[in-house]
């Protein structure tokens, strides 16, 4: 997906009548769960592609921000200053992303199942999406802490993020996921966790998560109004 094409999906969502506030029927979601370098990102892309699941990467959304605009401007001065940015800012971006591709028709929230990949990042975050998304189970994709160095060291040499290459940065990174998002597990019902061993092939990997995924949109297919 372009650059250009995400900012304008991002700007569709700014008009006064939106607010960045979603319908009031719950999106049916799935949470991609894991450490850095569990393999998340690449499982969200290819599933992203098979019909009846949209993928969401926050990460790309925000590196789409237009700097013009009033949430991008909002977003970068925190960035900027090597701040976190706040939890309501980050949850308003992501809200106003998914409508502005609902307006476009991209996302077709009565007929997909999100995927989620990089939202929520702490529990504060699942509490302010609370009012937004049906999660209806997270993957927890599970991965040896050296596998998953390893896997951020080649990531980022092959994006060339040099800095993320260094063994310093994967550690905070890795800390930060221990302290801040893996609590999230606690804050969802038992039932709804998946846990799935991430150091088997990627085929092996996406065909388990599938097999949770079906299931799931056969269920929504049939609560679908005809």
Known sequence: MSTATETDQVQT???????????????????????????????????????????????????????????????????????????????????????????TNQFHPEAQILILDGLPRNVNQARLLDDTLDVMKVIHLRADMKKMVERLRRRALKENRFDDANDS????????????????????????????DAMQSQIRVLTLILNVLAPLKDDMDKQAPK
């Open 13 to 103: 969502n700014t008009c006064p009548n939106c607010q960045g506030v979603l319908q009031s029927t719950k999106l049916k979601a799935v949470l991609l769960f894991g450490a850095p370098g569990s393999g998340k990102g690449t499982q969200g892309k290819i599933l992203g592609t098979i019909p009846g699941f949209y993928h969401s990467s926050t990460g790309d959304i925000f590196r789409s921000l237009d700097l013009q605009s009033e949430i991008g401007r909002l977003f970068w001065e925190y960035a900027g200053k090597g701040q976190l940015v706040p939890d309501d800012v980050v949850i308003r971006v992501w809200k106003q992303f998914i409508k502005g591709m609902e307006y």
């Open 169 to 196: 940065v994967i550690e905070k990174r890795l800390k930060i996921y221990e302290n801040e998002t893996k609590p999230i597990l606690e804050y969802f019902p038992a039932e709804k966790i998946v846990p799935i």
